[in-house]
């Protein structure tokens, strides 16, 4: 039997995929981790000095072990982790990850990059073959957000601006992030039709654009009108 298991039979599991340094207990991945029984983390391992080709592979085998299908939610360069398992993998679209949510993805090909991010690079550029949003902040000190937009971009994601908020870690005060949630269900709304059938690329997609607003606009768009 698998060591996850979602709540039902077609709901997905929830794998959280942390970035440098791994993700501390005030960081929203711990906290959704501790209080959803559907969420669970990729443990990458060389938290600190990154391998990008050990990071894919650990992150397949969660994904392979887990009971599909999956969303995955990644932080940072845990988000360019995910891009690599995708451009890698060549999964059909929707299965086994059926969405991901891309919070604050490091951008791997600046000049002055740190080295331990250097190994991601260059940043995989195919569209994913799932639904996913990418969010990022204005200020966010490891990407500058046209960068995040582009991103979003080439890799068919939705993008979220969630104005001035840092990195979008524990350093930014947002604790559960209640923010996060709300684009989480929305990308686990868009990754299947509650029956366990995957979505098309073209229904999936649309269903996200829609419901991905609605759930920024109060929190994010509203606060800076």
Excluded at 7 to 25: A, E, F, K, Q, Y
Excluded at 106 to 117: F, Q
Aim: contains cysteine.
């Amino acid at each position: 039997m698998s060591i996850f298991s979602p709540l039902d039979d077609s709901s997905p599991i929830i794998l959280t995929v942390p970035g440098l340094g791994g993700s501390g207990p005030s960081h929203w991945q711990t906290l959704w981790e501790q209080s959803r029984p559907d969420t669970h983390r990729v443990e990458l391992g060389m938290w600190d000095s990154p391998h990008r080709n050990t990071w894919v592979t650990k992150l397949d085998q969660a994904i392979r072990t887990a009971q599909a299908p999956v969303v995955l939610a990644a932080h940072s360069l845990g988000c360019l982790a995910v891009a690599w398992w995708a451009e890698l993998a060549g999964q059909p679209f929707g299965w086994p990850v059926a969405g991901a949510l891309l919070v604050a993805p490091a951008d791997v090909d600046r000049d002055d990059v740190r080295p331990e991010l250097a190994a991601f690079r260059p940043t995989p550029a195919k569209p994913l073959p799932f639904p996913s949003i990418v969010v990022a902040s204005s200020d966010d000190p490891w990407i500058h957000p046209e960068k995040a937009r582009a991103l979003a971009g080439s890799w068919g994601s939705f993008f979220v601006d969630a104005g001035p908020q840092g990195h979008l870690n524990a350093s930014s005060g947002i604790g559960w992030w209640e923010e996060g949630q709300s684009l989480l269900d929305r990308v686990l709304d868009a990754a299947s039709d509650g029956t366990g059938k995957v979505r098309s690329a073209n229904e999936a997609r649309s269903l996200l654009a829609v419901s991905a607003t609605e759930a920024a606009q109060a929190h994010y768009y509203g606060a800076r009108a």
